[in-house]
């Protein structure tokens, strides 16, 4: 366990956003997180940061920096620590080879905020391949193992997610032992591959198509691009009622999504007067992914919240739809 004083957030966050830690911890397994979160006062645990917006003034408590690492396979499940690199899990996972997380290649950050996010991409979701997960409960003072039931589980969100009660140490996935992906459920994949929806081609197929079409937004941690300074997509796509959806234009994209309707947010972005690459200041819109807020560059979190008022409040004057960030603003 490692502890300093005034230790700047920046260099902790794939934004590169973020004033100071009043104390930062770094552990290294469960026992030391548990150890480190038992501080009293603010607390706020940090891992990939790649889904967290940390303010200027940066956080004034105790941060945990995450560092455990480790995965088992035993049987058709894997059991990964909480601060093991995600996309280190996939790559594993595939080489060894296990089916069912494949398109959620190439997303930075840890596994342990993969369920705190329900984590999703191209037609899996993080939430149909979760057995349990470890936790510490700072309120009751006990480490439990919670089903998938026990979570919450919603669109990108669960009872974890802005929530500093819970500490995740650790998620068991099921997997599938099979050299093929699971079928193909999202039209760009499907289209990418040059195969039907439903279809199943080569793991190491899936993931360097993932892969390349995570490139080609800006989605993959690149230093030498400069948009790859982002917390990914910034907004979720909107659920709205099919009256709300009825009110949109004819051409507007939508899918069915249990009562309500979703609709794109880069889609409803861009028709409200925000192309890839607007800027104000040193913080722009991705050229590459109109949802990705970039860091340009001595930007401040200060720029990029302003940016994304100006955005939703746009979108909203517009189509009367609201826009909700996607990270966590701490």
């Known amino acids: 366990m490692r502890e300093t004083t005034e230790d700047r957030l920046d260099q902790y966050t794939t934004l590169r956003l973020g004033g100071p830690a009043e104390r930062l911890i770094e552990v290294a397994d469960a026992a030391e997180a548990v150890a480190a979160v038992k501080t009293p006062g603010p607390l ?50 595939i080489a060894e080879g296990y089916s069912g997380i494949e398109a959620l290649s190439g997303i930075p950050g840890s596994a342990g905020a993969t369920p705190i996010q329900n984590v999703g991409a191209y037609g899996q979701e993080i939430a149909e391949r979760v057995v349990s997960v470890e936790l510490y409960d700072r309120r009751r003072d006990v480490t439990e193992t919670w089903g998938p039931g026990d979570c919450g589980f919603a669109y990108r969100s669960s009872v974890f997610k802005n929530n500093d009660r ?34 199943r081609v080569p793991l190491a197929t899936a993931r360097e198509t993932v892969l390349r079409l995570r490139a080609g937004k800006g989605m993959l941690l690149d230093g030498a691009d400069p948009d790859t300074y982002s917390v990914g997509s910034f907004f979720t796509n909107p659920l709205v009622t099919p009256e709300v959806a009825a009110g949109l234009p004819e051409d507007a994209p939508r899918w069915p999504h249990g009562d309500l ?12 007067g925000f192309p890839k690459g607007y800027a104000r200041g040193n913080v722009a819109i991705s050229s590459k992914h109109t949802l990705a807020l970039t860091n340009r560059g001595g930007g401040t979190t200060t720029e990029l919240l302003a940016l994304a008022d100006e955005i939703a409040a746009g979108v909203s004057a517009r189509f009367g739809v609201a826009l909700h960030p996607e990270p966590v603003l701490v």
């Open 261 to 272: 309707v979703k609709v794109p947010a880069a889609w409803l972005i861009e028709r409200s």
């Open 166 to 199: 819970f500490v995740l140490l650790g998620v068991t996935l099921q997997l599938a032992r099979d050299p093929r992906s699971a079928p193909v459920r999202y039209a760009e994949l499907a289209r990418a591959l040059g195969v039907e929806i439903g279809d």
């Open 44 to 93: 706020f645990v940090l891992a990939g940061g790649s889904n967290v917006v940390v303010s200027d003034a940066g956080f004034a408590g105790t941060v945990v920096l995450l560092r455990s690492r480790g995965l088992r396979f035993h049987g058709d499940q894997v059991h990964v620590e909480a601060g093991h690199p995600w996309d280190e899990v996939v790559a594993e996972a």
